[in-house]
């Protein structure tokens, strides 16, 4: 099972983030032009906030919203989940699911370093278990019966 780090380690640690003062056509752009989903807030070094395509689609309801005037510090989510470097892929699951979440900010000795998508973590689980299937298949393959001198149908 590997862990946060890890998966971090293969996706690559590039990360895309924008000032507080930035918009949200600003922010848009950035998502856009490097496929994708959410957008980091930072300022004077920390990650302040976060700002996704589901914020997106909540905004586009409020009055007076508009992508090329509105300012990410404004609509942006400053409550951020952070999960440490060690934890699980099984366990990100499970808070992306009990959280309702799309995006965990991962940390080691309280300095962040990278974001995780569900699409990040279903995918290591997903090539986990086709690895852990393989070896269950080479394990139960009838050659393995050969020698108990069963009849193949």
């Known amino acids: 099972m590997k862990t946060a780090a890890e998966l971090l380690q ?5 990360i895309f983030s924008v000032p507080p003062d930035s918009t949200i056509y600003d922010a848009l752009q950035l998502m856009n032009k490097n496929n994708i989903g959410a957008m980091l807030v930072e300022e004077d070094g920390n990650i302040i906030g976060i700002w996704t395509e589901r914020d997106l ?5 409020r009055d007076g919203f508009d992508i090329r005037k509105t300012k990410i510090k404004d609509v942006m989510i400053s409550d951020l989940i952070k999960v440490p470097h060690d934890c699980t892929t099984y366990k990100m699951m499970d808070i992306f699911l009990g959280k309702r979440l799309r995006h965990l ?3 080691k000795e309280g ?13 290591a689980n997903l090539m986990a278990k086709s690895q852990e299937l393989e ?12 020698n108990w001198r069963w009849k193949k149908k």
């Not at 293969?10 to 590039?14: L, P």
């Not at 689609?57 to 309801?61: A, D, G, K, Q």
């Open 10 to 14: 293969e996706k690559g640690n590039e």
């Open 111 to 123: 300095k962040f370093i990278g974001l995780l998508s569900t699409g990040d973590v279903i995918k």
């Open 105 to 107: 900010l991962v940390e």
């Open 135 to 146: 070896e269950l298949n080479k394990i139960v393959s009838f050659e393995y019966y050969s």
């Open 57 to 61: 689609t909540r905004n586009m309801l």
